[in-house]
C-alpha cells in the first residue's frame, strides 16, 4: 500500500503529498528520550466533513429573529448528519487501525473525528515514525510528540483533515497580568480605584436576581494546565465584595484547588459575583483548541454559555516549531476548528473569547520587533466568525463620579466610583486590549454593515498590512483593569480581556436565566444579534471614541488602530448598558 510523509501539523492532502522530515524541537522545547514503549497515548483524527456551507446557512438561520428557524436549535445528530462523511468513504481509516492492531474499544468514534488510545509501540508502528518525550521548562509542560519521517497509507490522507497529538505542539501559556493589591498602580492615565462586581452592577446597570431557572448555565473553559481555583478564596471574595454569588457546580477535567490559578481564579470569582445563582460549569481542557471542541460538542450536556479568557495569534495556531509552522498549516487548523465552532453555535450555546492583552500587534508581535506581514496578529479562536469578541475597557479619572455601594473590601483597597470609560491600555494599564481584522476568517455578513462604516470613516487606519476585507474583532467590550481578586488568601489587582470575558458571559446568562423563566429558549449565537441591536439603537452601547491599541504589554508602534465613533476594532461596538441588552434580547 503506498505511504505518504505527514507534514507538520499532519495536514494531510489527497492531491498533493507532502513530505517532511522533523529535524529539530520547536522553540522552547528540549527533546528527551524515547517515549515509553507501554505508555498510553491518545491522538485524534479529524475526517474531512460535507456540507459546511449547509451547516453555515442554519446557524445564520437559527440566530436570525426573522427567520423560520429562529432557535430552532441542532442535536448533535442532526449535525452530524449534515457535516459526517459516508460511513463507506472512511473504511480505510478503521482498516488502517485494525491492521495496526487498534481494537474497536479504544476508538471513539464521533462520526467526523475520531480518538484513538493505544500504547506508544503501536502508535509508532501505524505511524512509521519515533515518539519523544518533549519538555517545556518555561510552563513545566511534558509531552510525547513524533521525531524524524511518519507517514500514513493514502487511501487514509485522501478522507482525514487533519490528526492532533502526534505533531503539533501546545502553545505558550501566557502568565496572567496581575501584580499584588498593595502595589501602586503605574500610570496616572487611569483611575486608580479597584473594580470589584458591585463597580460593574453601577457601571453597567447590572441588577442582582436570586430567582433561577434550573437550566440557566454559564461555563468557564480553562487550557494548558490550569486546572485550579480554590472554593475558600471563592467564599473569602463572595463576603468581602458583598456578592449574593454561587458555587461552582459542574467540574469536567482535572481540578487541583490546592494550587489555585490567577486565571482561573479570576473567571469564576466574577462569573458567579455576576451571575447570581446561575448553574456554574468548570472545564479544564487537555490539549488546545481542536482537543477541546470536539470533547465540548460530542458532551450531551453542556452549559448555555461558555467563556474563554485564551488564545494565541491566529497565523501561529500549529506551532509546530520555531520557523515551520508557515500560515499554510495554521490556516488549516484555524478552518477546521471554526467548522467545530460553528457546529457548537449549531446546538445553540453562545460562546464568549478574549481579544488578547497585546493590542493590535498581538501576542505574535510582543516586542515590537516584526515588520510588515507580522506586525498586527488578531487572537483566535477570539476572531471566529462564530465566536464573540471581546476587548477591555479601563476607568478614567472622573470629575462626576459615581456613589457606591462600596463592599467591606474597599475600605483595604479604595473601589473605584468613576464613570467614565476608555480604551483599556499601557501604560496606565498592564495590557493593552486586543483588536483587528482576521487573517483567514472572511467578514461574515452581520458585522459588514458597521466595519464597513469605520473602514470609510477617514479613521487613521495602520499602514502595515491587514485584510480588511476579513472577520474583524472585538465586538464589544467591558471594564478590563484592576480586578480584585483573591488567590491563596492574598488580594490581587488583575488586568485583561479575562476580565471582560467571563463578566460579559455572566451578563448574558442573567437574560437568558429571565427568558427560560418566563417559558422561552436561550439566546446561543449573539453576535449578529448585538450588530442588529446596534443597527435599530446607535446608543445600546457605550461607544469608546478616543484611543488605540497600539501598545503591547511591554511596547509601543506607532501604526495600531484608533477608536472612533461607532464600531472600530478596539473596544468594538462599546460596552454594555445592560438594561437596554435585556431589553432587547428578552423581548425577542
Known amino acids: 500500500m503506498k505511504r505518504v510523509v505527514i507534514v507538520l501539523c499532519l495536514v494531510l492532502y ?9 529535524t529539530g524541537a ?47 436549535y441542532l442535536t448533535i445528530n442532526e449535525i452530524l448528519d449534515i457535516v459526517a462523511p459516508e460511513k463507506s468513504t472512511v473504511e480505510p481509516v478503521f482498516n488502517w ?20 488510545v493505544s500504547d506508544v509501540q503501536t502508535i509508532e508502528r501505524l505511524f512509521e515514525t519515533q515518539l519523544y518525550t518533549y519538555t517545556r521548562e518555561e510552563d513545566s509542560q511534558t509531552i510525547y510528540r513524533q521525531w524524524g519521517k511518519a507517514s500514513v497509507p493514502s487511501d487514509v490522507a485522501a478522507v482525514v483533515d487533519l490528526f492532533t497529538g502526534i505533531n503539533d505542539f501546545l502553545p505558550l501559556r501566557k502568565s496572567t497580568p496581575a501584580h499584588p493589591a498593595e502595589a501602586p ?9 479597584t473594580v470589584v462586581p458591585s463597580t460593574l452592577r453601577r457601571l453597567y446597570n447590572i441588577p442582582k436576581r436570586s430567582i433561577t431557572h434550573p437550566k440557566s448555565s454559564v461555563g468557564l473553559v ?7 481555583f480554590n472554593p475558600t478564596d471563592l467564599q473569602t471574595f463572595q463576603n468581602q465584595t458583598d456578592s449574593i454569588g454561587t458555587n461552582v457546580s459542574k467540574i469536567v477535567g482535572p481540578y487541583v484547588p490546592n494550587y489555585p490559578d490567577l486565571e482561573s481564579t479570576l473567571d469564576v470569582q466574577y462569573a458567579t459575583a455576576i451571575a447570581d445563582n446561575i448553574t456554574i460549569w468548570f472545564w479544564t481542557a487537555k490539549g488546545w483548541l481542536l482537543d477541546f471542541s470536539q470533547k465540548f460538542f460530542n458532551s450531551p450536556e453542556v452549559p448555555n454559555i461558555i467563556s474563554m479568557s485564551w488564545g494565541t495569534s491566529e497565523n501561529q495556531q500549529c506551532q509546530a516549531s520555531s520557523n515551520d509552522c508557515n500560515g499554510l498549516t495554521s490556516r488549516e487548523y484555524v478552518t477546521r476548528a471554526n467548522n467545530e465552532w460553528m457546529k457548537i453555535a449549531g446546538r445553540g450555546v453562545t460562546m464568549f473569547a478574549a481579544s488578547g492583552d497585546n493590542g493590535a500587534p498581538g501576542n505574535g508581535n510582543v516586542y515590537c520587533t516584526n515588520y510588515f506581514w507580522d506586525v498586527l496578529n488578531p487572537l483566535f479562536p477570539s476572531d471566529s466568525p462564530f465566536i464573540t469578541s471581546v476587548g477591555a475597557s479601563m476607568l478614567l479619572p472622573d470629575t462626576n463620579p459615581g456613589r457606591g455601594p462600596f463592599p467591606p473590601i474597599c475600605k483595604a483597597y479604595p473601589c473605584s466610583n468613576s464613570s467614565t470609560e476608555g480604551v483599556c491600555t499601557t501604560p496606565g494599564a498592564i495590557i493593552t486590549t486586543g483588536g483587528g481584522f482576521s487573517v483567514y476568517s472572511i467578514r461574515p455578513s452581520w458585522q459588514e454593515t458597521a466595519v464597513k462604516a ?31 481578586v483573591v488567590k491563596g488568601g492574598q488580594w490581587w489587582k488583575v488586568d485583561g480581556t479575562s476580565a471582560s470575558t467571563p463578566v460579559w458571559a455572566a451578563m448574558v446568562g442573567l437574560i437568558n436565566d429571565k427568558r427560560l423563566n418566563a417559558g422561552k429558549k436561550t439566546i446561543g449565537f449573539i453576535a449578529p444579534l448585538l ?22 504589554e511591554v511596547c509601543c508602534i506607532e501604526d495600531g488602530y484608533r477608536a472612533t465613533v461607532g464600531w472600530d476594532p478596539v473596544t468594538g461596538l462599546g460596552t454594555p448598558k445592560y438594561d437596554v441588552l435585556e431589553q432587547y434580547l428578552f423581548n425577542l
Open 14 to 22: 489527497a492531491s498533493a503529498l507532502l513530505v517532511t522530515e522533523r
Open 26 to 72: 520547536p522553540q522552547g522545547w528540549e527533546r528527551k528520550d524515547r517515549a515509553p514503549q507501554e505508555q498510553e497515548f491518545e491522538f485524534k483524527i479529524f475526517l474531512k466533513q460535507r456540507n459546511l456551507d449547509k451547516l453555515e446557512r442554519i446557524v445564520y438561520q437559527v440566530s436570525d429573529p426573522t427567520s423560520p428557524r429562529w432557535l430552532k
Open 97 to 116: 487501525l485494525k491492521k495496526a492492531g487498534i481494537s474497536s474499544n479504544k476508538i471513539e468514534n464521533y462520526r467526523d473525528s475520531l480518538r484513538v
Open 185 to 193: 498602580v503605574n500610570g496616572a492615565a487611569a483611575d486608580l480605584g
Open 222 to 228: 480553562e487550557f494548558l494546565n490550569d486546572f485550579s
Open 454 to 484: 469605520y473602514l470609510n470613516s477617514g479613521v487613521f487606519l495602520p499602514s502595515f498590512y491587514f485584510n480588511s476585507s476579513n472577520r474583524a474583532i472585538p465586538d464589544i467590550s467591558a471594564l478590563g483593569h484592576n480586578y480584585l
Open 531 to 552: 450588530y442588529r441591536l446596534y443597527g435599530e439603537n446607535k446608543n445600546a452601547f457605550t461607544d469608546i471614541t478616543t484611543g488605540d491599541n497600539g501598545c503591547t
